[in-house]
Each structure stands twice: as C-alpha cells, then as structure tokens.
C-alpha cells in the first residue's frame, strides 16, 4: 500500500482560516451588539423621558393653586413629593418672571433654563442626566414652571447589564460557531484522506489499486533502466470467481479476494509489488531478476498457493489463477507494452485451460490482426453509417424526473458483427479514429435533443464522452463551438463527460481548456470518480460542474459500509464544492433510496431504464412525462 502523502503546511493552513473564521464571526458578533446596545441605549433613554415627563406634568397639575396665591409652603411640599423617585437629583418651581418659588432639596440651586433656551423642545440630555421644564397653567394662562432633574443611573445600569448579556450570548454563539466550523472542517480533511486512500488503494483487499500500480511499475522499469536489470510484470487473473459471486454474493466475493491478496503476498519476496487492477485480476511486479526462471518459480508458487481450498462461510471454495507474464525489456520497452503484452499471455493461459501460467512469446500477437481488421472496418463505419447512439436518461433521484441522457456509441459490422465499445473505442483512441467519431457524436446527439426539446418547457441535455484524444485536438474549444453553432442549440444543452484519470493527465495544460469550454456555456462532468486519483488543490481549480460516482461503489450499496462510506465522503465533497452529483449503474430501489438520502443529486442505471435508440426516447419521455 502507498501511505497519503500530507503537505506540512496544510494544517497550519486549517488552523489559519478557522482563526480568520472565527475572527471575522468574531467581529461581526460585537458590530451586531454594539448596534443592540446603542438601539437599547436610545429605547431606555426615551422610556426614561416619558416617564419623567408624566411625573413632571402631575405635579405641575397640582402647583397652580399654589402659584395663584404665592403660597410657597405648600408648592415646597407638592415639589418635595419628588423625593418618592430616587432618580429625582432636583427640582425648581418658578413663577413666570422667574422668581424661585419653591425647590427640593431646598438647598437645589440648579438655575432653571430660560424661556427659549431648550428651543422647540421642553427637555434636553446632559451627561448622566436629563433635564426637563413642565409648564404650570390656570385656565390657559402660563402661571410658572417646574423644573426638574432627572438622573440616567438607572438607564446606565440597564444598560450595562443588557451590553453583558448581549456579550454573554454573542460570545457562546461564537464558542459554538467555531466548535461547529471546527467540526466541519474536519469532516471536510476526513473526507480528502478517505478520498486521498481511495486513490492508492483498493478498498477491498488493502492492496495498491491500478493507479499506484502504473506508478510503481513505471518507476520499477525506470530503475531497471538505470541498472540494466531485469523486470517481470504478472498478470493473474482468477478462473472461478464468478462460482462465488453467484452462489454465496459479492459480500462472500470480497471476502475471497482478501484471501486471495494474503496468499499472493505470502508467496512474494519483500521488495515484490502486489495490485489489484479490479474486479478478479491481480497484477504482481518482480524486480532486479537474474534469470526468467525467477519469475515461473514465482508462478509456480501463487498457482500451488491459490490452487489450495478457500474456506468461507462453512464451505471450501476451489479457484484458480491463470497467469501471463512478460519482461522488461526483453519483451516490452515500456510499460504500457510490457502490461498487454502480459495480458495476451494471459489470455492464452485462459486458451490453454487455465490454472497454468504462461511467458509471452511473440507469436501469440495473434490478436494484433484482429485488432488491425477491427481497425480496418471501423475506418469506414462512419461513412457506411453502421454507427449509432443509444441514450441512457439521468434522472432526478427526489422527484424522478427524466434531466437529460447520457449518448452511448454502438457499432454494428457487417464483418464483425455488433462490437463491444470496450473492444474499438481503445482502436478508435489509438488510431486517432476517435477524433471524427467523436464530433460525429456530438453532431448526432445535439440534432437529436434538439428534437426533442422542441416546444418542451424543461429544456434536457444530452452527455457525451470525450476521449484523451479528443481533448489534446488542436483549437479543441473552437470545434466545439462550431458543432454546437452548426447544430444551432444552446451550448448549455451539451455535457462533456470526462474520465478521472484522464483530468488528471496533464492537469496544469488541461485547466486551461476546461475553462474556455466552460466559458462556451458547454458544462463538463469527471466521469468514473472515485476510480483515479484527484488532488484536492486541483479539484477545486478545475471548472467542472457535475462527479459522478464509478459504478463499483453503487453496486453494493446499502449493503457494503466501505461502499457507503466512500459514497458518503464524495457527495459530500462535491457538495462542498458545489457540484452536482450523480452516480452511475442503479439497478435497485434500495440502491437509489441510499444514494438519495445521501444526498446525491442525480441517478442513471437499468432501474430507470437500459441505453434506447434515438427512435425509442420520443416514447420513453411521452411515458415519463
């Protein structure tokens, strides 16, 4: 297994944005209560001025008789009723030339405002205390004025209690912000380690996957280069596993494949490199060899090691291995040859009766012509019209609701019969075939929704592949266009779907054109994820709109918890990024209610329906409607 390589400074870099997280929650929290405190200052403030006013009107109410006959005894003892308050500092009464009638304290020597001085109003705030003037009439006529001083203690204790406790909670609601943006933040890092695992290592056996295999084994051939040594690459592929997947199912199926990990690792030497590239095949790299006879011993062991009994679940299992090998750099000088020129041998291992091994040899390109005369026929099987598209929809997994489809090409030889996309998309790539083909289906698939769409109020959108071939096309952008421009559509209509490894090939040169696609208003899809390896500082740059789950994590689901673990951490980075999500090959109601209440967006599989003709959609969105 390859360990996660983790860069030093990434968790500086996490705890740096959650304390500017929490700083910027921080100072938005004291700018809300700063404003609370000042709205609450004012609130008190014009509680206290009403309540004075009405204090300050009652008593002038009561001084008119005393002000009518100049009885200076009993104004003191109306104005001294202010005592009751203890916000009362004072208070003056004059008659209306403004001679001093009465005061309380009796000693209270404030002078009272003249006539005009507070203006229009009949009050006026000074630091830490309100003054107020109440008129005293007899039947109209002004006969005097109270004048009262009110103190803001109270408003000022008020206050201060309510700033604390607005301090209190802005600062709980702070301690509770970064606890959560903490925990986020950590589910997010959790997420890229799983997903960073996921790129080296392959979640059922714990062995490398096939793209940490593609490393090693070029860094393998590399030093075997350097050193002018011998390497052996092995490809085991097993005979019966598909008895144990049928009989017992794919949970007793995984089980196998760990013990059929163990006894491959057993039966190698330390320095030796195990994978597994998928499904039921095992790839081996022998290093620093001094003869071939190194290696068949090494066959000779895994065949007798595996040959043995697999007890699983109360029951002996038999199953086999056929092995191909071939060297560097006798057989291959590199390791893309020396990985199928592995794979013919093993292939005549299966031919020979398998649970044998088998060194290549020239002689059994014998596949070479049939891929020459597949090559051959599939030149003219864009002219000859034997290619078509057959469309499989995307549906809205909440309201099962058709979205678009997804273009799906087929080939039917008059010579060959129908062909696999797996056997002559790999010619069409190699031979550049795939550059024409492609636009061909671009063309065919955008003319067809275009009918489709025509008088639909939901508009849908049609998702094509593009090939490695395809992208590395010169003014790639500009074709595009021009297809889209031809076909006389929105360019939001079509949705590129790209493989994992294929946007990982030359990211930095690759960035660049994703952008200019996405700029055309053209939407792009990774399509596989979860199957390559994804550098999170590069998923988040490049400019794609929608991952899609690899089928191989659907499959078991809600059954397998690896698989719903591994479901759960890409919807939830993709979310996080503001991708649409949708996963690949549902067949089961059950599959489709895990996915959906995990979140994922979107669903295509045999449970919506099988890829149609173009000449069957028509009906199929009339009955989907």
């Not at 609601?173 to 080296?200: D, F, I, K, P, W």
């Not at 598909?242 to 494949?257: F, P, R």
């Not at 009766?353 to 030149?379: C, D, T, Y």
């Not at 595009?480 to 779907?497: K, N, R």
């Amino acid at each position: 297994m390859m360990r996660d390589d983790h860069s030093p400074h990434s968790p500086r870099i996490s705890y740096r944005l959650l304390f500017a997280s929490a700083m910027a929650a921080g100072a938005a929290l004291l700018l809300a209560v700063v404003l609370l405190v000042i709205v609450e200052f004012f609130t008190l403030r014009s509680a206290l001025l009403e309540d004075s006013r009405v204090k300050a009107a009652v008593v002038a109410d009561n001084l008119s008789a005393a002000l009518v006959f100049r009885d200076s005894q009993t104004a003191a003892e109306i104005v001294g009723s202010l005592r009751a308050s203890p916000i009362v500092l004072g208070a003056v009464l004059v008659d209306q030339d403004g001679a001093r009638l009465a005061a309380y304290p009796p000693d209270f020597a404030e002078a009272v405002p003249a006539v005009g001085e507070l203006g229009d109003s009949d009050h006026r705030f000074r630091t830490s205390r309100l003054e107020l003037v109440a008129p005293v009439t007899h039947q109209g006529a002004l006969l005097g004025r109270v004048y009262v001083v009110i103190s803001m203690s109270s408003v000022e204790r008020r206050l201060g209690i309510y700033a604390l406790s607005s301090a209190a909670v802005a600062a709980i609601a702070l301690l509770l912000a970064v606890g959560l943006l903490s925990r986020v933040r950590q589910s997010v890092r959790q997420a890229e380690q799983n997903l960073r695992h996921l790129a080296h290592v392959d979640p059922v056996t714990g062995l490398a996957n096939r793209n940490a295999f593609n490393e090693r084994l070029e860094f393998a051939i590399d030093e075997a280069a350097s050193f002018d040594e011998n390497v052996a690459m092995l490809l085991l592929d097993l005979d019966n596993f598909k008895q144990v997947n049928d009989t017992l199912g794919h949970q007793a199926g995984d089980e196998l494949l760990r013990m059929v990990a163990q006894r491959i690792l057993r039966s190698l030497r330390r320095d030796d490199i195990v994978a597994r590239l998928g499904g039921d095949e095992f790839a081996v790299i022998l290093k620093g060899l001094s003869a071939r006879s190194e290696a068949t011993q090494v066959c000779a062991k895994l065949i007798e090691s595996i040959g043995q009994p697999f007890p699983i679940e109360g029951q002996d299992f038999f199953v086999t291995a056929s092995i191909g090998v071939a060297f560097f750099p006798e057989d291959a000088e590199d390791s893309r040859t020396l990985i199928r020129n592995a794979d013919t041998a093993m292939y005549q291992a299966k031919v020979a009766g398998k649970n044998v091994f088998e060194l290549f040899v020239p002689a059994m390109n014998l596949n070479v012509k049939k891929r020459v005369s597949l090559e051959s026929s599939l030149r003219g099987a864009l002219q000859g019209g034997e290619l078509a598209l057959h469309y499989q929809p995307k549906v809205d997994l909440m309201r099962r609701r058709v979205l678009g489809f997804e273009a799906l090409l087929r080939w039917h030889s008059p010579e060959h019969g129908n062909v696999s996309p797996a056997d002559f998309i790999p010619i069409a790539e190699d031979s550049g075939l795939i550059v024409p083909i492609g636009e061909w289906v671009i063309t065919q698939a955008l003319n067809d929704l275009r009918r489709w769409n025509d008088g639909r109020r939901d508009k849908l959108h049609v998702a094509v592949n593009l090939s490695t071939r395809q992208l590395r096309v010169d003014d790639i952008t500009r074709r595009i266009a021009q297809l889209i421009a031809d076909c006389a559509v929105p360019a939001d209509w079509l949705e590129l779907e790209l493989t994992e490894s294929m946007v990982m090939e030359n990211v930095h040169a690759q960035i660049e054109t994703f952008q200019q696609l996405q700029a055309l208003g053209v939407k792009l899809a990774i399509d596989d994820f979860g199957t390559g390896y994804s550098s999170m500082s590069y998923l988040k740059r490049l400019p794609i709109d929608t991952l899609k789950i690899d089928r191989s994590f659907v499959g078991d689901l809600p059954k397998d918890q690896n698989d719903l673990a591994i479901a759960t951490a890409i919807i939830a980075l993709a979310h996080s990024l503001g991708l649409t999500v949708i996963a690949e090959g549902i067949e089961t109601t059950a599959q489709a209610e895990a996915l959906l209440n995990l979140g994922c967006d979107l669903g295509q599989g045999y449970l919506f329906a099988r890829p149609m003709p173009a000449a069957q959609v028509a009906q199929y969105l009339a009955a989907n409607a």
